[in-house]
C-alpha cells in the first residue's frame, strides 16, 4: 500500500519535503529548507556552527527527522538521527526548483542517496555555489533531468515536467505508485513568461488521484491596488513591483 507523509511544508511558506512510500521504495519531492514562522535561531546576529548545523536544526526543529535521508557524517552519537535508520538505497529524492524552501537540506543528504533536479537547475545551483552560495553542508552529486524524463523508483516511476516559476529549471513531478498516481506541482504559476509550461503541465497530469500543490497566497486578504496578475509593464507603470522581482516561495 503507497502512502504519502508530509514532513513540511504544511501550515508555512515552502519547506515543502512529500515522502510517497511504496513497499520498499521511497520518493521524497522537494527538501526544503524549514523557514520559521516565529524566531529564526539560524539568521544574524546568530552565528551558526556549520559543522553542527544540521545536529542544531534536528536539536530545534528546524529541519525534520527524516529517517534514513541525512548524512551521518554531518551528525554524533546522541545528535537527534544520529544512529542511521532506514535503507538510503531505496530513497530517491526529486528537487522541484532551486529555491531554498524546496531545496535547502539537500546538502546533509546521504550520498548514497540519488538526488534529482532538471538540468537548468543544477546549471543554477553550480553558478551559486561557485560563487560561494552553495547548500549549507555541500551541494549533493546532483542528477540531471531532462523534461519529460521518468525515472524508475522500484516500482515507482517519477516523471519530470516543466512548469512556468521566476526561476530556470522548474518543474513539477507525476509519480506512479502501484496504487494511484500523484501530481506535485512545485512552485507553479500561470501569469509569468512561460504560462504554456503550466497549461501543458495541467494537461499532463490530468487524471491524476492526487494533486499536491502549494497555496501560498490562498488564505491572504487580496492587497489593494490592481490585480497582482497585471502584467510586468501594467505593474511598473502603477508604480508596483513587478512580479519577477517579488520574493520567491
Ligand atoms: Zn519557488
Redesign the pocket.
Known amino acids: 500500500m503507497a502512502s504519502i507523509e508530509f514532513w513540511g511544508g504544511l501550515g508555512v511558506i515552502?519547506s515543502s519535503k512529500i515522502m510517497i512510500t511504496d513497499g520498499d521504495d521511497r520518493v521524497l519531492l522537494d527538501i526544503g529548507l524549514d523557514i520559521p514562522s516565529g524566531a529564526n535561531l539560524f539568521r544574524a546576529p546568530v552565528r551558526i556552527r556549520p559543522e553542527r548545523e544540521l545536529a542544531d536544526r534536528l536539536r530545534v526543529g528546524g529541519a525534520p527527522a527524516l529517517p534514513g535521508v541525512y548524512d551521518p557524517a554531518f551528525l554524533r552519537p546522541g545528535d537527534p538521527l544520529g544512529d542511521p535508520v532506514g535503507d538510503p538505497a531505496a530513497t530517491r529524492i526529486f528537487v522541484s526548483?532551486p529555491?531554498i524552501?524546496?531545496v535547502g537540506l539537500a546538502g546533509w543528504v546521504r550520498p548514497e542517496i540519488g538526488v534529482y533536479a532538471h538540468t537548468d537547475a543544477v546549471d543554477l545551483l553550480d553558478a551559486l555555489r561557485a560563487n560561494g552560495l552553495g547548500l549549507p553542508g555541500g551541494d549533493p552529486a546532483w542528477r540531471r533531468l531532462s523534461a519529460g524524463e521518468v525515472v524508475e523508483v522500484g516500482a515507482m516511476t517519477v516523471q519530470c515536467i516543466l512548469v512556468d516559476?521566476?526561476?530556470p529549471g522548474?518543474c513539477g513531478y507525476l509519480v506512479r505508485t502501484g496504487d494511484g498516481v500523484l501530481a506535485y506541482t512545485?512552485?507553479i504559476r500561470f501569469h509569468g513568461r512561460r504560462p504554456e509550461l503550466s497549461e501543458a503541465f495541467v494537461e499532463a497530469v490530468r487524471g491524476a488521484d492526487v494533486l499536491v500543490t502549494e497555496g501560498t497566497t490562498l488564505s491572504f486578504t487580496p492587497p489593494e491596488g490592481p490585480p497582482r496578475t497585471a502584467s510586468t509593464k501594467a505593474s511598473l507603470s502603477s508604480g508596483r513591483r513587478p512580479w519577477k522581482r517579488m520574493s520567491?516561495?
Open positions: 515552502g526548483h529555491h524552501d524546496h516559476h521566476d526561476v522548474a512545485g512552485d520567491p516561495v
